[in-house]
């Protein structure tokens, strides 16, 4: 498919258990074919943690975008939120917008060759 979306259920999304069982879930199905440059080769993955502080103004997430699109190394500092990763997969695909929050957010800019 040009677009999968993969969701880890209770058990193994990180919230209500670890992020060691997290990671396992992850590495289970993905682990082997981010290793396969036949996989990679025109993928973008990106793996997003929507878990982190107890704290609304201190709870910060990690996103992880690895593909041949993306500069090695790189490490944006810029604060962005679900619609700006939302707006990025909608600019890859040439969609529009939902004309909601993703209509105003800007696509990622600063990771890519």
């Known amino acids: 498919p040009n677009f999968s979306f993969y969701v880890p259920n209770g058990?193994?999304?990180?919230?209500d258990s670890s992020r060691a069982i997290a990671h396992g879930w992850l590495g289970q199905p993905f682990g082997s074919?981010?290793?396969?440059?036949?996989?990679?080769?025109d993928m973008?993955?990106?793996?997003?943690?929507d878990?982190?502080?107890t704290s609304a103004e201190?709870?910060?997430?990690?996103?992880v975008i690895v593909g041949p699109a993306v500069?090695?190394?790189s490490e944006s500092t810029t604060w962005y939120d679900h619609y700006n990763l939302l707006r990025t997969i909608e600019d890859i695909f040439?969609?529009?917008t939902l004309g909601k929050h993703d209509a105003t957010a800007y696509p990622i800019p600063d990771i890519w060759h």
């Open 44 to 49: 973008l993955f990106v793996v997003t943690y």
């Open 71 to 73: 500069r090695a190394g």
């Open 11 to 15: 058990q193994h999304n990180g919230h």
């Open 94 to 96: 040439g969609l529009g």
């Open 51 to 53: 878990e982190s502080g």
């Open 33 to 41: 074919l981010i290793n396969d440059p036949r996989f990679m080769s």
């Open 58 to 63: 201190l709870s910060a997430v990690s996103a």
